[in-house]
């Protein structure tokens, strides 16, 4: 069973950059399919960024143009890059992992805070 942890939350300013890292342990990572989800206060979850079973990526209209998720196998370790940061960013970021080829997430991160001030 995979654990996940997520790192590189933080506080910047809006039109910054953060990057965000998820590590992947005790799986065969390359089985899994990644995902990034947020959620801010009195909103429900929203499905961010996400790798397909062929290894394509697909994005929210919110992120769009905005984010790139990306994996390092050799590392276990799958990224989101934000940039062009704004305020109605706030909120937890999680990874998710799903066994490739079924539907859903059933493996989540502990979560980061991302807070972009305006």
């Known amino acids: 069973q995979v654990q996940l942890v997520e790192s590189g939350g933080g506080l910047v300013q809006a039109g910054g950059s953060l990057r965000l890292s998820c590590a992947a342990s005790?799986?065969?990572?390359?089985?899994?399919?990644m995902a990034w989800f947020r959620q801010a206060p009195g909103k429900e979850r929203e499905l961010l960024a996400a790798?397909?079973?062929?290894?394509?990526?697909t994005y929210s209209d919110s992120v769009k143009g905005r984010f790139t998720i990306s994996r390092d196998n050799s590392k276990n370790t799958v990224y989101l890059q934000m940039n062009s940061l704004k305020p109605e960013d706030t909120a937890v970021y999680y990874c998710?992992?799903?066994?490739?080829?079924?539907?859903?997430?059933?493996?989540w991160g502990q979560g980061t805070q991302v807070t972009v001030s305006s």
């Open positions: 005790g799986g065969t990572f390359s089985v899994y399919a």
């Open positions: 790798f397909s079973d062929n290894g394509g990526s």
């Open positions: 998710a992992a799903r066994i490739r080829y079924t539907a859903n997430y059933n493996y």
